[in-house]
């Protein structure tokens, strides 16, 4: 997910107890070993090592704790992590030269098919899988070579102490500073995150919010230009909304789910509202010419296991998609997670192709959009 920011951010402002019941929390996870560990034992024993590309941060400490060491622990292959921000410049770089040093990585839904059609990624063994893994993760999630590792979503959230007696629940709230005031922060870097929301402010059905036309991007702007003075500031990094908001710094903003779980977990007075959140998925892929294709093959298998996807739900706080997850997760954090259908049916699944479509000009819709958003935030 190339707008993950890789760093791990602290939660200020939180108090001794907040921390004591985070800390009770992580050492309260379930053990899934028990019966994951005999099928793994059986099923994706090996040796040596796979390379798996994430970024960094509580992101990738979440994914080691929870999924990586009892991968190693279970098969006895270790898991190299390799971090940075973005893989898909990095792996166009490997493939044209010849010499690919990652295994397992994720990318962004809409990068995926011309790296596909390029011959970037090895087919998927879904013979490895187990039955509740096939079964969890859609059909329509699961591609030849790639198959969705993780839902995110660009959601609104408020400060409770802000509103203690009711907060805002939509969007149309978001926009409404005289029933709902206080300080706004929106993602500064895309205009895809913001765009959607500014048309569910105006009316618009979330049904019709794609594709991003020109006469729906004029009155997404129009819309935007009512809010843009209530945005005390324009975030760029993914902890930086949730510490804002802890700060006291917003009264409400759009945030990335996961940074948002992890905070709430945390203990930090956040509310997650889910209603027109920004869906987007991105794409475990398993690189061709990698140095340990097999292992990558089992640590991808192990991941997509119901328990180990609950795993790496609660040590991210981005959910992995099989559904069958729900039922090892704990009560408190299913509520907060993209994969609960709950969740998931007030959301709008952004449209990749649209984006990556090429207008008369010959560049993409991505690339007019951004120029549109560039501009109008330097006005």
């Known amino acids: 997910m190339r707008d993950q920011d890789a760093s791990d951010h602290a939660l200020g402002g939180l108090s001794r107890r907040s921390l004591l019941r985070s800390t009770a929390a992580l050492l309260s996870i379930p053990l899934f070993a028990k019966v994951t560990t005999a099928w793994a034992e059986e099923k994706l024993a090996g040796s040596g090592e796979v390379v798996y590309f994430s970024f960094g941060g509580s992101f990738t400490e979440g994914a080691q704790r929870n999924v990586f060491d009892p991968f190693t622990k279970a098969t006895g292959i270790k898991v190299v992590s390799v971090t940075g921000q973005n893989s898909e410049p990095l792996i166009k770089a490997m493939h044209q030269a010849g010499r690919v040093d990652w295994d397992l990585t994720t990318l962004t839904a809409r990068a995926y098919p011309d790296m596909h059609d390029a011959g970037m990624f090895v087919p998927i063994d879904y013979g490895l899988w187990d039955d509740e893994s096939v079964e969890g993760v ?14 995110y979503a660009m959601a609104l959230a408020y400060d409770q102490r802000a509103f ?5 629940k939509s969007w149309v709230d978001f926009w409404d500073v005289k ?6 922060g929106l993602y500064a870097t ?3 995150f913001s765009c959607p929301p500014a048309l569910l402010a105006a009316g618009v059905a979330p049904k019709d919010v794609w594709p991003l036309t020109d006469d729906k991007l004029d009155r997404a702007f129009e819309k935007l230009n009512e809010i843009k003075p209530h945005v005390t500031k324009w975030w760029t990094a993914g902890g930086e909304a949730p510490q804002l908001l802890i700060n006291r710094e917003y009264a409400m903003t759009a945030a990335y ?42 640590l991808l298998a192990f991941m997509n296991r119901a328990q180990i996807a609950a ?31 709950e969740n998931s049916s007030k959301c709008i699944v952004e449209d990749s192709a649209w984006l990556t479509a090429k207008r008369p000009d010959g560049r993409t819709n991505l690339d007019h959009l951004q120029e549109r958003w560039l501009a109008w935030r330097a006005q």
């Open 138 to 151: 859609p059909a329509q999630a699961r591609f030849k070579d790639a198959v969705v590792g993780y839902l």
């Open 164 to 168: 203690p007696k009711s907060g805002p």
């Open 179 to 184: 029933n709902f005031p206080g300080p706004r």
């Open 190 to 192: 895309e205009a895809k």
């Open 257 to 298: 789910d996961g940074r948002l779980v992890s905070a709430i977990n945390q203990g930090a007075p956040i509310k997650l509202v889910w209603d027109g959140a920004c869906l987007n998925y991105a794409y475990s892929v398993i690189l061709k010419g990698g140095p340990n294709t097999t292992n990558a093959q089992k």
């Open 311 to 341: 795993a790496w739900s609660q040590g991210t706080g981005y959910a992995a998609p099989n559904t069958n997850q729900l039922k090892y997760l704990p009560a408190d954090l299913s509520p907060l997670l993209a994969v609960n259908p």
